[in-house]
């Protein structure tokens, strides 16, 4: 009667025996080790192929000294941090950016003591080559552990205390600047900012954009309420603002889901955007171009946000000491100003 038990997978003994080499010259072939003959790795390649060998990820990590493995850490495991297009699309970059490689990357989510304490054990032994960190704020202890494992750091946007070697960002500030000046442009005076979180370096970099471009301008800040980058804290910011400067005439809103929650409070009280109230949003995500109006943004390469912070990440694997990078930013005109 026929059964269904697991087929045994081949040994690195029977290779070698396949290939008429001693075990450790099939070990070297495997591990890609110098000094073995042309003939005895061809022999070997085909005794892989001829048995369907799949070499063990572990043996092969004692080997080299390599797990062919990098990590993301990102400091929140939030369910709203996952609902937010901006870091999947952060990880196709990554992934692109991978595609043509060996490695695998490992996503690690590391706000709870637990998840650092996952983090932290994953550096010390060794269970990733390189490590890219995002979502950092305040005194982020990601940051303490990366340094303290000593293994090549990537950042994807700066943390706020401190200036790595080695990041990836958009130009915060100067979209936000640039996003400012544009509703300044219109004949705008009375423009309020709904910010993000203060705790992060992406936050004040937009706001240090708002209130310089209306510094430049003669005008002062005219009304600030901070959220989380979520639309449901725009709403509540937007709210807010309407409560106590009912005479705003535009708002710069430090994200797209914050200003979607924005626009949706404005229809609500009756304001018509942009003829009442001229909105800005930053990041230029999907649901840009499906508010109502479609909403004016600032984009940034998001993709390729991940995507240079993977090649700078594989330039340190390889020896390499690359130079930080910033990304440039532009403005995308829509209906809501």
Known sequence: MATNAPRRQPTLDEVAKRAGVSRTAASRVINNAPHVSRAKREAVERAISDLGYIPSRTAQALATQKTNVIALAIAGDDPALFADPFFGRVIVGVSAALEDTDLHLMLCLAASERGQARFRSLL??????????????????LVRIARQAGLPTVFGGRPLRGEPSWYADADNYGGARTATEYLISLGRTRIAAITGLADTDVSEARHRGYTEAMAMAGLVPYAEHAGDFTEHSGAAAMTALLATHPQLDAVFAANDNMAAGALRVLRQSGRTVPDDVAVVGFDDLAIAAHTDPPLTTIHQPIQDLGREMTRMLLALLAGQSPSPLILPTKLIKRGSA
């Open 124 to 141: 010390r032994t060794r269970g990733a080559d390189g490590v890219m960190l995002m979502a950092l704020r305040g005194e982020d202890p």
